[in-house]
């Protein structure tokens, strides 16, 4: 395997790789990485689409790309997915899947042409004194220490953010910046996690800091992720002849580690209560999602919380047996084990009386009836106890839902404080009462409230104890990679295999890494395409820094006149252009 850029190889068509026909290919879970691995077999690999089975134990695809209506309960999304321009392996892909929308279209040309239509942005990122605008005014607020922080972040090596958390290495200033405010709630950072994966974002997206105040930066598909998603490509598969296997649990794995070798031999599944294996030979191909942002995820409804559920959990379980086979296997432990630290809420609110949108159209400044872009993003009730986000994507949200209502999605990094109206933890809220909090922040009158949250919404909360496991301080090693040295017909996909080239909690990382597995196992004579060069290029370096400073010049030490005569010089090469083009030094003096 190996990387690449440009038109050369992105429109290039592998050959049959050798002995193809040879092969099949098992997966574990049916998550966006499996069913992404299974379309670049097919397109890429030429293996047919019968030889390929992906075993889920859930009853449907996706895994935590969902949207879904429970008869009940009422529309259920635990979380969003953010993209942007340069999610170069997930356009790939999307680019060779059939739109389900629109006749003689891929998915990816409806997603262009929709964004092109209706761009994204905010036009109230946050918001006090509930419903207020917070005035952030798209200033970042960083402090010059503040701004010392993030440049010795960025230019420090991997190996020094190893182990460390985020409060380590930024101070005060920093954490009371308008830049953490939009950063931590837009990526659902929190001060405990990892110091490198901060890093890793800041270089990911270093061509977008200054679209993260209005959001300008992102881009949304039509509908919930799970139609907009997930349906046209489970469909393309199964018009392939990919072989599903629901409620099927692969509870282990045996290898045969030898020096220099690895080869998986066995599967093990639960079907129905009964036991089963599958033998593998170097000619069958396994694919692994290891770990589950969404596992043990449980769903209250409007008049029940969600329960946080610290029992067995199977997708940790069976990465924890198959770690301990072989130190190159990663460590679940590092990531599944700290509850405490990696559990978040989300809820679903759906409205029922028409009094509600009005507060959202005042807030978003958009009609949230117009099949537009309403709120752009979050919006994050600032001095929320439950540091409280919100948004309300294109409406509908779903095909099936009614014309006159509006689904909202909500979220809170706090969810063991005391809420703002409601005197309780977001973690022991009934959907009555997460949706009664958002609506005091929503502004609408006291009075009101009691009445709206108990018959004008109706809330699905969602508690998800290891919804942020991946961003808990590592060391290298501690995710296995992609596919580990000496393995002949086996990898680890998702969220917890080690790219090393791109960051995780994206939609990207879920289709790189089965792209990275299957050219790796079958040598596809195509790169894999790099990862968007942004952090390399002094045009995005120099104009990222301007939006950190605010637009402020750069002030140089010294007296005046040496400084005039720095920047007279500078205002003669290409440097001082570059320079005054990004707003950090002044004109002519």
């Known amino acids: 395997m190996y990387y690449s850029s440009g038109n050369y190889e992105a429109f290039a068509r592998p050959r049959k790789p050798d ?8 997966f574990v879970g049916a998550g966006l990485a499996s069913l992404s691995g299974a379309a670049f077999l097919i397109r890429d690999a030429q293996l047919p689409g019968e030889k390929i089975t992906i075993f889920e134990r859930l009853a449907l695809p996706g895994g935590a790309l969902d949207g879904i209506r429970e008869p009940e309960k009422g529309f259920v999304i635990r979380g969003g997915r953010e993209m942007e321009d340069h ?52 200033l970042f607020g960083l402090s010059d220490k503040a701004q010392k922080e993030i440049v010795k972040v960025f230019l420090a090596t991997r190996e020094e953010m190893e182990g460390k958390r985020i409060n380590e290495v930024f101070g005060p ?14 990526f659902a950072f929190e001060e405990w996690h990892s110091a490198l994966e901060m890093k890793l974002y800041l270089h990911r997206f270093i ?36 072989a599903f296997q629901f409620a099927t649990e692969v509870t282990d794995v045996d290898f045969d580690v030898t020096p220099g070798r690895k080869q998986a031999t066995r599967i093990h599944w639960v079907r129905d209560g009964q036991a089963g294996s599958t033998d593998l030979g170097p000619d069958d191909l396994l694919f692994m999602t290891i770990g589950s942002l969404t596992e043990n995820s449980d769903n209250g409804d409007h008049h029940t919380p969600a329960r946080l559920n610290e029992g ?12 301990a086979k072989d130190p190159s296997f990663g460590n679940p432990d590092v990531f599944g084990a700290h509850i405490p630290e990696t559990k978040w809420e989300s809820a679903t609110v759906t409205t029922l009386d028409p009094r509600i949108p009005e507060y959202i159209r005042k807030i978003a400044k958009r009609d949230p009836f117009s099949g537009k872009v309403v709120t752009g993003g979050i919006v994050t009730a600032r001095d929320s106890n439950w540091l409280l986000s919100w948004t309300v994507n294109r409406q509908p949200h779903f095909k099936q839902q009614p014309t006159d209502q509006i689904v909202v999605w909500l979220y809170s990094l706090f969810t063991d404080k005391p809420g703002d109206y409601v005197s309780k933890p977001m973690q022991d809220c009934t959907g009555e009462e997460i949706t009664a909090e958002w609506l005091y922040h929503l502004g609408v009158p006291v009075s009101d409230i009691p009445e709206l949250a108990a018959t004008g919404a109706k809330c699905v909360p969602v508690m998800m104890p290891y919804v942020t496991a991946f961003f808990m301080p590592r060391h290298a090693g501690d995710r296995p990679d992609v596919v580990p040295e000496g393995a002949v017909n086996f990898a680890f996909i998702g969220q917890f295999a080690e790219s090393s080239r791109d960051c995780i909690f994206t939609t990207e990382y879920s289709v790189r890494t089965p792209m990275e597995a299957v050219y790796t196992l079958l040598n596809i004579e195509r790169g894999v395409p790099e990862v968007f060069g942004s952090t390399y290029d002094i045009r995005t370096l120099l104009a990222a820094a301007s939006h950190l400073r605010d637009g402020q010049e750069l002030h140089l030490p010294g007296p005046e006149f040496a400084r005039k005569w720095l920047f007279g010089k500078l205002d003669q090469i290409e440097i001082g252009e570059l320079l005054t083009q990004a707003g950090l030094m002044p004109g002519k003096p």
């Open 312 to 323: 067995p959990a199977p997708a940790w379980d069976l990465w924890r047996r198959i770690a």
């Open 207 to 242: 061509h977008h800091i200054g679209g993260l105040p209005d959001f300008s930066a992102l881009k949304f598909t039509r509908y919930n992720q799970y139609e907009s998603l997930v349906l046209p490509l489970y469909k393309w598969l199964l018009d392939q002849g990919v």
């Open 19 to 26: 002995g193809i026909e040879n092969k099949t290919a098992w």
């Open 173 to 186: 200033d920093f954490l009371a910046s308008n830049f953490w405010l939009y950063w931590r709630t837009m």
């Open 87 to 138: 999610f170069e392996c997930l356009w790939d892909l999307f680019r060779s899947i059939p739109s389900i929308e629109v006749e003689g279209a891929s998915v990816l040309d409806e997603f262009y042409w929709l964004n092109k239509d209706d761009p994204n942005y905010s036009l109230q990122r946050a918001t006090v004194n509930r419903g207020q605008d917070a005035r952030t005014d798209g």
